[in-house]
């Protein structure tokens, strides 16, 4: 052990994202209205008992992946991913084992954050974009222009 206070930080995108995962996924909400989360040991039980596929992990096993402590095989990815797919909430981005595996190199290149919380960003973004005048959606690509000059793709000139 490390001494760390609280949740240690893990040192691969695997037990990051999947850390991540387990955070943001809720399996119900209580009688207050909070939402209730998967544990460890719910989820390993899962994968294993998921007739889709002949994988099983330990709750010992799960843990340590998530502690950055073991190198799941490809095929158990594929089940952590896919239990955290089947139970992603409506519109949220689909989990992939190539998107746990991924290596955090290019959002650190590219100050991006993991997928899901940037796609909500951008839907959200986009959802209010949507609603807007010419006039409002013209300046909002004005702005965006300014806060990221030349940041890829010129944007397209709203209407008008």
Same mark, same amino acid.
């Given at each position: 052990m490390d001494g760390s206070e609280g949740a240690a930080?893990?040192?691969?995108?695997?037990?990051?994202?999947?850390?991540?995962?387990?955070?943001?996924?809720v399996k119900a909400v209580?009688?207050?209205?909070?939402?209730?989360?998967y544990s460890t040991p719910e989820v390993a039980a899962a994968i294993t008992d998921d007739p889709s596929h002949p994988i099983s992990i330990s709750r010992v096993t799960l843990w340590k992946v998530r502690e950055g402590k073991a190198n799941p095989t490809m095929e158990k990815v594929r $089940? !952590? +991913?896919?239990?955290?797919?089947?139970?992603?909430? %409506?519109?949220?981005?689909r989990v992939t084992a190539a998107w746990l595996l991924d290596d955090d190199a290019e959002e650190q290149?590219?100050?991006?954050q993991a997928?899901?919380?940037?796609?909500?960003?951008?839907? $959200? !973004? +986009?959802?209010?974009?949507?609603?807007?005048?010419? %006039?409002?959606?013209?300046?909002?690509?004005?702005?965006?222009?300014?806060?990221?000059?030349?940041?890829?793709?010129?944007?397209?000139?709203?209407?008008?």
């Open positions: 930080q893990p040192e691969f995108a695997l037990a990051r994202r999947l850390n991540h995962l387990f955070n943001t996924t209580d009688k207050r209205g909070r939402p209730v989360r $089940a !952590i +991913a896919k239990f955290f797919d089947d139970h992603r909430a %409506d519109g949220a981005p290149a590219t100050g991006q997928l899901p919380e940037r796609a909500e960003q951008v839907r $959200a !973004i +986009a959802m209010r974009a949507g609603r807007m005048s010419p %006039d409002r959606l013209r300046m909002l690509v004005e702005m965006i222009e300014v806060i990221d000059p030349g940041g890829g793709e010129p944007l397209p000139s709203a209407g008008g």
